[in-house]
T-cell receptor, first 116, second 113 residues
Framework: NAGVMQNPRHLVRRRGQEARLRCSPMKGHSHVYWYRQLPEEGLKFMVYLQKENIIDESGMPKERFSAEFPKEGPSILRIQQVVRGDSAAYFC??????????????FGQGTRLTVV | SQKIEQNSEALNIQEGKTATLTCNYTNYSPAYLQWYRQDPGRGPVFLLLIRENEKEKRKERLKVTFDTTLKQSLFHITASQPADSATYLCALDIGSNDYKLSFGAGTTVTVRA
């Protein structure tokens, strides 16, 4: 059973370009979460999605950032018109359909975005 | 404001000794707390979860305590090994939802052979 797969592992974009980060959850998992990790800081929650639904996007910047989890295919985190401050590691996590509270999350290896 | 603070200094210990990491939080009332391990360039890996009504939890050489009065969790690695060298993160659930976690910045542990 493959783990959470993220690609690309490393992404370099020039200021003003678009960045697309992909996440395929573990088999059988229908819940996806995106987190951002800045150097020397803890992971910050961005968004929680289920298939075709955004459940909670309270951690997403209001502009330039969007996320989707279509019926088919991976979840996508999209950053438009990237700026240097967007440089960070972006982690995706997944969990199975709710089997009770406090379900552990399984994280992918992350995508390291560098904006030059 | 809400804060999660872990040992600010990296921890360097001799193989075989016990490493003790702290996680202090303010302005949170978590129902549970989790500990993760993160290796350089990798994603966090879940280690342990402890609920607010549990004082202590163990898993092999790991032990976690949770004191909701002190607003603190301690994470112990006993009989440490060089393979335990990594960054350890504590995470709390935020609010009434069980899916949203807030992480500390982590403590880096180095175990010398």
């Amino acid at each position: 059973n493959a783990g959470v797969m993220q690609n690309p592992r490393h992404l370099v974009r020039r200021r003003g370009q678009e960045a697309r980060l992909r996440c395929s959850p573990m088999k059988g998992h229908s819940h996806v979460y995106w987190y951002r990790q800045l150097p020397e800081e803890g992971l910050k929650f961005m968004v929680y999605l289920q298939k075709e639904n955004i459940i909670d996007e309270s951690g997403m910047p209001k502009e330039r950032f969007s996320a989707e989890f279509p019926k088919e295919g991976p979840s996508i985190l999209r950053i438009q018109q990237v700026v240097r401050g967007d440089s960070a590691a972006y982690f995706c996590a997944s969990s199975p359909p709710s089997t009770g509270v406090n379900t552990e999350a399984f994280f992918g290896q992350g995508t390291r975005l560098t904006v030059v | 404001s809400q804060k999660i603070e872990q040992n600010s200094e990296a921890l360097n210990i001799q193989e075989g000794k016990t490493a003790t990491l702290t996680c202090n939080y303010t302005n949170y009332s978590p129902a549970y707390l989790q500990w993760y391990r993160q290796d350089p360039g990798r994603g966090p890996v879940f280690l342990l979860l402890i609920r607010e009504n549990e004082k202590e939890k163990r898993k092999e050489r790991l032990k976690v305590t949770f004191d909701t009065t002190l607003k603190q969790s301690l994470f112990h690695i006993t009989a440490s090994q060089p393979a335990d060298s990594a960054t350890y993160l504590c995470a709390l659930d935020i609010g009434s939802n069980d899916y949203k976690l807030s992480f500390g910045a982590g403590t880096t542990v180095t175990v010398r052979a």
